[in-house]
C-alpha cells in the first residue's frame, strides 16, 4: 500500500517501533503456517483517566497514516535477521519485505469522540501476522495522544468557554515526538494554541508566542537602535523616534502612578523598545522580570501609549511569577486609570496572560468570576499529564477464522470480550448519553424507542433501557489498505470534541467524584462471555 506525499508519514512511527516480542509471535505465526488467517484485534482502555468519567479518542490519523506508509526496509528486516535465531528460515525474511496493510481494515471511534472503558477506540482486522505486528505502535499513537486530548479537555472544562488556552510544553515534553502529539491534542481537547513550531508547520496548529525574560535582561538601556524611528500606523504623517517618544510618555506615566521617573527599568525598557519596533501591530510586554508595579507596568504604559500616539495597539502583557490573579486584578485596575487619564479607551482592555507551573487547581482559581485573567499558558501540567502519566490502553485478539477470541485470567478486570462487535451509544431525550451498548456485530442494530434488556459492567444482572436515540460509535475508516473517507482536519476534530463534550450530562462531566458512565452488553454477548468463561477460549 503506496504511502501519500506526506511529510510525516515516515515520522510518526516506523515499523520497528516495536516490541521485540511482536516479532517473535511473527515468526511463531509464519512456521505454524498461520500468518494469513483472518483475525481481529481492539484497542482500547480499562479506566477513565485521572480519576474522571470520560476520555476523549484521539491519534487515529497518525494510526491511518502509519498503516498507509507501513513497510519494512530491507535495513529494517537485516537488522530483524540478526535478533532471530541464525538458522531462521530465509522464506520467513522473504515474507516480511513483502508485508504491507493492503489487507487491513480499520473500524474507529472518530477522533475527538468521547470513549468510555472497554469500548474499542480502534478495531483492527487482517492477516494474523500483520495485524499482531500492529500492535504496539498502534497503541503508542494513541494511548498518549487520548491521555493529552483528555487532560487538555478537563483543563478546558475548568477554564470555561472564555478564556484562552495555551499549551506551552514543548520544553517540559518527553522528547520531540511527545513534544509535537502534546501540541497536537492538547489543541484538539480544547486549548487555543501553543508555541510549538513544528506543530504549526505540521499539524496546522495555531500559534503563539512573546518574548522571554532572557531578552529584556540582554538590554542594558545604553544599546542604541540603528533605526528608532515609526511611521504612524495609517502610513500617513512623518516617522516618529520611537525611543524618544517613550520617554517623554514615561515621564507621564510615572507622575500619574506616583513613581520616580527613575524607578522603572533603563534595559527593559529599551527592550520593550527594540520589541516594539520589530512588531508595533503585535506589541506585548513581560513585566516580572524586575518588578512588575514599579518597572515592568511603568515601561510598558510608556511604550504602548507612545504607539498609541501613533496609532497602534499593544495587543497584551504577560506575567510568569508571584499571585497571577492579584497581580492581573492590580494591572487591570491601573489600565482602566491610565486610559481615562490619558483618553486611550483601548488600553483598559489589553490582555493579560499569565503562565507559572498552572495546574487544575490555580487554574480553578484563574479562572473564577471576577478574573482578569484573558489567557492563561500551561506547559508542565498538560504535557507531562503528571496525574496520570499513562492512559493504560491494550490491544486484544477477539477472533481469529471468525470464532471468537477470549482471554481468561486470574484477574477478572484484565477478562476480555470476545467476538467481532458493534457500538452503539444509546442517547436520552435530550441527546446526552444513556449509556454505551457492545453487541456483537451479527446482531440488529438497537431501535430508537424500543425497550432493550442490557447487562452493564460491573453490575450483578441486566437492566432495562429505551434510548430516544441510538448512534452507532465505530465507523470504517480503511478498509482493504484503502482509506473509505477523508479524515477530518485537526480542527474538525477539535470541534466535534467541544461538541460531544456539550452533550454529556454534569454528573459524567465532573471532574471529581464524577458518576461512572454505564457501558453493557447485549444478551448475546453476554451470554457468550459466559460460554467462553465455562469451556474454554476456544
Not at 30 to 54: H, S, V
Not at 146 to 168: D, Q, V
Not at 227 to 232: E, G, H, T, V
Not at 470 to 486: I, T
Request: net charge negative; aromatic share 6%.
Amino acid at each position: 500500500m503506496a504511502a501519500e506525499q506526506d511529510p510525516e508519514a515516515r515520522a510518526a512511527a516506523r515499523p520497528l517501533l516495536t516490541d521485540l516480542y511482536q516479532a517473535t509471535m511473527a515468526l511463531g505465526y509464519w512456521r505454524a503456517g498461520r500468518a494469513e488467517e483472518q483475525a481481529e484485534f481492539e484497542l482500547f482502555f480499562r479506566g477513565c483517566p485521572f480519576g474522571g468519567a470520560f476520555a476523549l479518542a484521539a491519534g487515529l490519523r497518525d494510526c491511518v497514516r502509519f498503516l498507509r506508509a507501513f513497510r519494512l526496509q530491507d535495513a529494517d528486516v537485516q537488522f530483524l535477521a540478526s535478533m532471530l535465531p541464525p538458522d531462521t528460515d530465509p522464506a520467513f525474511f522473504e515474507h516480511l519485505r513483502a508485508l504491507d496493510c493492503s489487507d487491513v481494515t480499520v473500524r474507529a471511534l472518530p477522533e475527538g469522540s468521547l470513549a468510555f472503558p472497554g469500548v474499542p477506540l480502534l478495531q483492527v482486522c487482517g492477516p494474523l501476522l500483520v495485524v499482531q505486528l500492529l500492535e504496539t505502535p498502534l497503541l503508542c499513537l494513541v494511548s498518549y495522544a487520548s491521555l493529552i486530548a483528555t487532560n487538555a479537555a478537563r483543563l478546558r472544562l475548568i477554564a470555561g468557554p472564555k478564556k484562552r488556552l495555551l499549551e506551552m510544553g514543548l520544553r517540559r515534553a518527553q522528547g520531540p515526538d511527545g513534544g509535537l502529539t502534546a501540541s497536537t491534542y492538547s489543541y484538539l481537547g480544547g486549548f487555543d494554541g501553543s508555541s510549538n513550531v513544528l506543530a504549526g508547520q505540521l499539524r496546522g496548529v495555531p500559534l503563539a508566542g512573546t518574548l522571554a525574560h532572557s531578552f529584556i535582561t540582554s538590554f542594558l538601556g545604553t544599546e542604541v537602535p540603528p533605526n528608532p524611528m515609526l511611521a504612524p500606523a495609517a502610513s500617513q504623517g512623518p516617522m516618529v523616534d520611537l525611543a524618544a517618544c517613550v520617554e517623554a510618555w514615561l515621564d507621564r506615566v510615572c507622575a500619574h502612578l506616583g513613581l520616580g521617573v527613575q524607578e522603572p527599568h533603563r534595559g527593559e525598557r529599551a527592550a520593550f523598545v527594540a520589541y516594539a519596533l520589530a512588531f508595533p501591530r503585535a506589541f506585548q510586554g513581560l513585566l516580572d522580570t524586575y518588578s512588575v508595579q514599579r518597572s515592568g507596568l511603568p515601561n510598558f504604559l510608556a511604550v504602548a501609549l507612545a504607539l498609541g500616539e501613533l496609532g497602534y495597539q499593544a495587543v497584551g502583557v504577560r506575567l510568569d511569577s508571584g499571585d497571577l490573579l492579584q497581580q492581573a486584578q492590580e494591572i487591570r485596575r491601573v489600565f482602566r486609570s491610565v486610559s481615562a487619564q490619558f483618553q486611550m479607551p483601548w488600553l483598559e482592555s489589553v490582555s493579560i496572560a499569565v503562565s507559572n507551573n498552572i495546574d487544575e487547581e490555580e487554574l480553578t482559581r484563574l479562572a473564577q468570576e471576577g478574573s482578569e485573567v484573558n489567557v492563561i499558558g500551561i506547559g508542565t501540567n498538560v504535557v507531562t499529564c503528571p496525574r496520570q502519566p499513562s492512559l493504560g490502553c491494550v490491544y486484544k485478539l477477539v477472533s481469529v477464522g471468525g470464532q471468537p477470541r477470549m482471554k481468561l485470567t486470574e484477574d477478572p478486570e484484565k477478562q476480555t470480550l470476545p467476538g467481532s462487535k458493534a457500538a452503539f451509544r444509546l442517547l436520552g431525550t435530550d441527546g446526552s448519553p444513556l449509556l454505551d451498548l457492545l453487541q456483537l456485530a451479527e446482531e440488529a442494530p438497537p431501535q430508537a424507542g424500543q425497550e432493550l434488556r442490557v447487562w452493564p459492567r460491573g453490575a450483578q444482572g441486566p437492566c432495562t433501557v429505551r434510548p430516544a436515540h441510538v448512534e452507532p460509535l465505530l465507523r470504517l475508516w480503511v478498509q482493504q489498505g484503502q482509506l473509505c473517507e477523508p479524515l477530518p482536519s485537526l480542527a474538525e476534530s477539535r470541534a466535534f470534541a467541544q461538541l460531544s463534550l456539550s452533550r454529556l450530562s454534569p454528573e459524567h462531566k465532573r471532574l471529581e467524584q464524577p458518576a461512572l458512565y454505564r457501558v453493557a452488553l447485549s444478551d448475546k454477548l453476554q451470554a457468550l462471555v459466559a460460554r467462553l468463561r465455562e469451556g474454554g477460549s476456544s
